[in-house]
């Protein structure tokens, strides 16, 4: 229960990512090159210039998938004072380092000056790990479902016709599934990935096509164990085809441990995943991953500020610590056996 709770909250991110996530821009790449390599909890104040280029209103749909584009620029400031019709402010560059500016209020929001509080601190760009780290929820889940999709799509097949069929049909997809067995994942995944291309999907497909081995394993293995089976025998007796015998029958039989397996692949796909992107061969920048995270700001565990690679890995840790804990509920609950 607890790692589907977790699971739960991690969707419910996922989704509303963009509404959640203090910085609410396209993938919540507002650089402030200022303001980088901030520690967690600091706070610093902005002056609100107004953007040059006009920049639309989005609606709600359009924001809940893509974000929306910020209508000012962030100044990083220390001091401001209003005189007149002119806002004057002490621009801040570096650790006790700032410069006098002065903008008209006609080119500053109605409220200029806002006060921003970074939880987890910033990069070394200036931008929101947390933010980035909420937004990110999206890639790890999303290579998660993608994977399992594809997976059980090719291992329930395979696995069905090798285990139901036998025979020669048994011994060529036996064969196939111990010639990917062999071939390591990290390597197979680089193939397909150079060969598809670096981005967001392709990596999803990358890694579905890597795991799909395990599930045709397992769904043979219980195909073959209730394919003699009376109720199977009976649908035969009553002229049922090959077809609908798997589909209508043998499958809703096999569904606990393909449900297990399902949950494991989940977990070793967004691992797999973050691996990927660290490489630099997994999603690419600007989009926010938690590999990435890790690969951008990891030298700084040894310097002052360990938290920017640390938030993303401790992420990491606790989505794929809740879908083993899914799976090991579901294979407590679905064995029947084990509770007589």
């Known amino acids: 229960m607890f790692g589907l709770v977790i699971i739960a909250l991690s969707v419910i991110v996922a989704i509303f990512a963009y509404f959640i996530a203090p910085d609410s821009s396209p993938y919540a790449n507002r650089i402030i090159l200022e303001i980088g390599g901030e520690k967690p909890g600091h706070k610093q104040s902005f002056l609100k210039v107004k953007n040059t280029r006009i920049v639309k209103t989005t609606s709600f749909f359009t924001k809940l998938v893509d974000g929306t584009h910020d209508q000012y620029n962030y100044l990083p400031i220390t001091q401001h004072e209003t005189k007149g019709d002119s806002i004057i402010v002490r621009k801040y560059i570096d650790e006790d380092l700032s410069e006098r500016q002065a903008y008209p209020l006609s080119q500053v929001a109605e409220d200029p000056v806002v006060t921003q509080k970074f939880l987890v601190g910033t990069d070394k760009y200036g931008r929101d790990i947390l933010s980035r780290l909420i937004i990110g929820t999206r890639v790890s889940l999303s290579v998660g479902l993608i994977t399992v999709i594809i997976s059980l799509s090719i291992g329930l097949i395979l696995g069905s016709l090798a285990g139901y069929f036998r025979g020669k049909t048994d011994d060529i997809i036996m064969w196939f599934i111990n010639v990917i067995w062999s071939i390591p994942t990290l390597l197979l995944v680089f193939a397909i990935t150079l060969a598809l291309g670096k981005g967001f999907w392709q990596v999803f497909i990358a890694v579905g096509l890597t795991m799909w081995v ?18 199977v025998e009976a649908t035969r007796a009553l002229g049922f085809s090959n077809f609908r015998t798997i589909v209508r029958h043998i499958w809703p039989n096999i569904m606990g441990p393909v449900m297990v397996i399902a949950a494991s692949n989940f977990a070793s796909a ?26 951008e700001n990891y030298n700084f565990i040894i310097t002052q500020n360990p938290m920017l690679a640390l938030a993303p890995g401790f992420a990491i840790m606790l989505l794929v610590l809740a879908f083993n804990l ?9 064995n029947v056996r084990g509770r007589i």
């Open 214 to 231: 395990n599930v045709a394993r397992l769904v043979r293995g219980q195909v073959l164990g209730v394919r003699e089976l009376e109720y």
């Open 270 to 295: 967004i691992v797999i995943e973050a691996g990927l992107s660290f490489l630099g061969v997994g999603v690419q920048p600007p989009q926010p991953s938690w590999g990435l995270m890790i690969k």
């Open 326 to 334: 899914l799976g090991n509920g579901l294979r407590d609950a679905l």
